[in-house]
């Protein structure tokens, strides 16, 4: 690094340090302004479901004296408040995401138990749907991080690859090493994205028109939770996809050395 000389008595100033400051006040100012867009687009996307549910409810009350009225309209009302219910929560794990650094409390990770977890955890959304998804074997393949977010990011991509299935569909989930980094991936042959779209998908509260128009309840917040999940374990999460032929997200990961616990047999290394 270049120094830099003030006076003939001061201490020299280490330039590289004076930049990082600067560099340092800028993130902060990029944060806020983050910040700011974040609670202008949430509550934006608060508000058509807020006005559903209050219209739904005059609705209800002016139909009193038609009970398959009022029965049709509280179903409505209930689909509503369970999605709202559903975005609430999505905003909460965001904002959880956004403000943790998983190396602060890091751990040794298995990637095994982390696809296993999330997986289990969409088996009721899989049956519901017929979709039947494989785990790859085993691949004893381990990371640095918050074993609880890495489930999250998982779960969300099989989630939406069973949600964007077709009836009795499959959905591939599995785990390797490549390029010296090791990779997630969820593949499913459901409704895909458009090039246009690809893009775009990591944003936050972003659906395509497709997945609008069948309407699976989402919020268009899983996919930027699973991005700052990769991005604060050091990784990155990734789409590849064809308009109607399916779609394959990976999410990469530093590896680390699997730990010399009793979790893995020593004849495994020998
Ligand atoms: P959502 O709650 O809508 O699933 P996400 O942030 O998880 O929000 O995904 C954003 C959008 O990306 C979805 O609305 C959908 O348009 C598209 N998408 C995500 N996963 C898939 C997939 N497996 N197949 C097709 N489209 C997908």
Do not use: C
């Not at 969300?156 to 591939?172: C, M, T, W």
Request: aromatic share 4%; net charge neutral.
């Amino acid at each position: 690094p270049r120094t830099l000389v003030v006076t003939a008595h001061a201490a020299p100033i280490d330039v590289s340090r004076v930049l990082l400051i600067v560099d340092d006040r800028s993130e902060s100012v990029r944060l806020d302004a983050m910040r700011r867009d974040f609670v202008a687009n949430t509550s934006h996307e608060l508000k058509t479901p807020i006005g559903a549910v209050s219209l739904l409810a005059e609705a209800v009350d002016s139909a009193a004296d038609d009970p398959d009225q009022v029965r049709r309209f509280a179903a409505r009302l209930s689909t509503e408040a369970a999605r709202l219910g559903a975005l609430v929560q999505q905003i909460i794990e965001f904002s959880r995401v956004q403000g943790a650094d998983p190396l602060d409390a890091a751990e040794a990770v298995s990637l095994d138990d982390v696809l296993r977890t999330a997986v289990d955890r969409t088996r009721v959304a899989a049956e519901a749907r017929g979709v039947t998804v494989v785990v790859g074997k085993r691949a004893h393949l381990w990371t640095l991080g918050d074993q609880a977010m890495l489930v999250t990011a998982v779960q969300n991509l099989v989630a939406n690859a069973i949600a964007f299935s077709p009836q009795k569909g499959h959905v591939g989930v599995g785990l390797r090493k490549r390029d010296g980094v090791v990779e997630i991936a969820v593949s499913d042959q459901g409704i895909g994205i458009a090039e246009e779209d690809l893009g775009r998908v990591f944003e936050r509260f972003y659906r395509t028109d497709q997945a609008r128009s069948r309407q699976t309840g989402g919020t268009g917040l899983g996919l930027s939770i699973v991005k700052h999940i990769a991005e604060n374990h050091g990784g990155e999460a990734r789409a590849w996809s064809r308009l109607g032929r399916g779609s394959t997200f990976t999410i990469r990961l530093p590896e680390i050395p699997a730990p010399t616990t009793a979790r893995t047999p020593r004849r495994e290394k020998e």
